[in-house]
């Protein structure tokens, strides 16, 4: 089993900046991939961003990408995402995810997730 726990959430005002944590433990070797996720009130869950542990081959959702910076530390077990120019429609309950495949995109994909932090953006 792998735990995760978020941290760094709260309110910010459209244009600001918000930097978020994501603590591992447990097996954190089995996991490959980290995701950070969003879900906003009456939509689905929606992928943000993901990266292996050392930060390398990440990817991003169009809408964050040049916005969002998903970084790792493998030494602390930590992964993060840093978001910049922060937007209204960016509000939702971030996520962090683990999984224990290189490609992991999808929810369904990652099988270990943290309970989740808030973010909300006023415009």
């Known amino acids: 089993q792998v735990q995760l726990v978020e941290s760094g959430g709260g309110l910010v005002q459209a244009g600001g900046s918000r930097g978020l944590s994501c603590a591992a433990s447990?097996?954190?070797?089995?996991?490959?991939?980290m995701g950070w996720f969003r879900q906003a009130p009456g939509k689905e869950r929606e992928f943000v961003a993901a990266?292996?542990?050392?930060?390398?081959?990440?990817s991003y959702a169009d809408s964050v990408k040049g916005r969002f910076t998903i970084s790792g530390d493998n030494a602390k077990n930590t992964v993060y995402l840093q978001m910049n120019g922060l937007k209204p429609e960016d509000t939702a309950v971030y996520y962090c995810?683990?999984?224990?495949?290189?490609?992991?995109?999808?929810?369904?994909?990652?099988?270990?997730w943290g309970q989740g932090t808030q973010v909300t953006v006023s415009s």
């Open positions: 995810a683990a999984s224990n495949w290189y490609g992991a995109t999808y929810p369904v994909e990652y099988a270990y």
């Open positions: 447990g097996r954190t070797f089995s996991v490959h991939r």
């Open positions: 990266s292996s542990w050392s930060g390398g081959t990440t």
